[in-house]
């Protein structure tokens, strides 16, 4: 190099792959990115070494600079195979919507997927237990892990657990097979767990989270067959902020969410009881008093609350930001006056459809409180995205 600089000529080449790795780390572009590789087969090399995340076209997701720029839906063990032995660096994968995937493909996880952190599975329903057995084999270090409709059960889940023992984020949504066995398994082995999503899986009662970590803080239980023992196991950690129940089937909850207000939520500042149909004020009274930093609470179709329970959140709930009451049957003018009265930090008040609300206790409302903002809008679906919560002990 320095005979070169002697006689005057200077080339990029003579850079060092250190330089180049710095180079190719400011384009933003992501044409860029990909016509880096096309110089030769050194910058191509620089370009496999530095990409920390692939995704394919068949992924559910926003493809951007992470996705591979040629169509392909039809993923099988050949194309992951050389796709892992390329990208040996790779800290995320995404693999939702390969449905022609096997077991067998997640094998070369173990030779050349060891720094991966985050491994989305969504729709891969030719993954069973073993493939998920290979995943903990091969990727010790994985932190989030999305199983979303994924045909795996417990004897997965316990393989998972034991080998990924830093978990964080694990999304079971739609799970049918699972239980509260697995749950009980991923729960006592990985102690760093911050998120978990269950929604669907009817045969989770909640008693599998029984003594979770108090790092766990979201949980997404929505349709599932919950009992008041499981809800009293979901909140046990004492670290909750995050819990969404909407849509409760069992039918033995007139008074069971009481368990959410006994102190073991008082950290909870998001709470999803949408279409909690049988919920009483008892629970509401409960909720209201144990749980003082509530910032959202949606009790949308929530027909059984009173005034007695509305009188409760406008008394107690004195951080309460957003509230959802659409189409709540039992919300009258006496009941939209407690919370007019008392909840001031109310910014948004998600309402419409309550049959029971005169025009007149509606202007009021806004007279009184021109700074709350009116929605007519039901919103389904409140909260942080699940795989990006991070447990903070100081909130």
């Not at 989770?204 to 949980?219: D, F």
């Not at 009274?285 to 509305?310: D, F, M, S, T, Y």
Request: hydrophobic share 35%; charged share 20%.
């Amino acid at each position: 190099m320095g005979d070169s600089l002697m006689d005057g000529v200077t080339s990029i080449m003579l850079l060092p792959d250190d330089c180049l790795c710095f180079i190719f780390n400011f384009l933003d572009c992501r044409t860029d990115r990909e016509s880096f590789g096309l110089t030769c087969h050194r910058w191509l090399n620089i370009q496999n070494l530095n990409r920390r995340s692939l995704q394919f076209p068949c992924s559910f997701g926003i493809v951007g600079p992470s996705s591979l720029s040629q169509s392909c839906t039809d993923i099988n063990s050949f194309h992951l195979y050389r796709i892992l032995a390329r990208f040996q660096h790779l800290e995320y994968l995404s693999l939702s919507g390969c449905v022609e995937i096997l077991d067998s493909a997640l094998s070369y996880l173990k030779p050349y997927g060891s720094k991966l952190q985050t491994l989305c599975l969504d729709c891969c329903f030719k993954i069973s237990d073993y493939g998920i057995s290979l995943v903990g084999d091969g990727c010790p270090f994985l932190t989030t892990i999305s199983l979303y409709r994924c045909s795996i059960t417990d004897t997965g889940l316990e393989a998972l657990a034991n080998a990924c023992l830093a978990l964080r984020h694990v999304n079971l949504a739609y799970c049918s097979c699972i239980s509260d066995s697995g749950l009980r398994a991923l729960s006592q082995g990985c102690h760093e767990l911050q998120a978990v999503k269950i929604s669907n899986c009817r045969g989770v009662s909640g008693v599998g989270l029984r003594g979770c970590s108090s790092t766990l803080v979201y949980i997404d239980a929505e349709c599932c067959n919950l009992e008041p023992v499981g809800i009293m196991s979901i909140v046990s950690g004492g670290g909750l902020k995050f819990l969404n129940i909407a849509g409760l089937s069992c039918s033995n909850f007139r008074n069971g969410l009481e368990a959410i207000g006994n102190g073991f939520a008082a950290r909870l500042k998001i709470l999803n009881l949408r279409m909690c149909r049988s919920v009483t004020d008892a629970s509401i009274v409960a909720i209201a008093k144990g749980c003082p930093q509530l910032q959202e609470w949606n009790l949308a179709l929530c027909h059984e609350v009173r005034v007695l329970g509305w009188a409760s959140i406008g008394s107690n709930c004195h951080n309460l930001k957003k509230l959802h009451v659409n189409r709540c049957r039992n919300l009258c003018h006496q009941g939209l006056q407690a919370v007019r009265d008392g909840c001031k930090e109310l910014s948004v008040l998600y309402m419409s459809r309550n049959s029971r609300i005169s025009d007149t206790a509606l202007e009021l409302f806004k007279l009184y409180r021109c700074n709350v903002e009116i929605k007519a809008e039901e919103v389904m679906s409140i909260g942080p995205n699940w795989d990006s919560i991070d447990y903070d002990e100081s909130t």
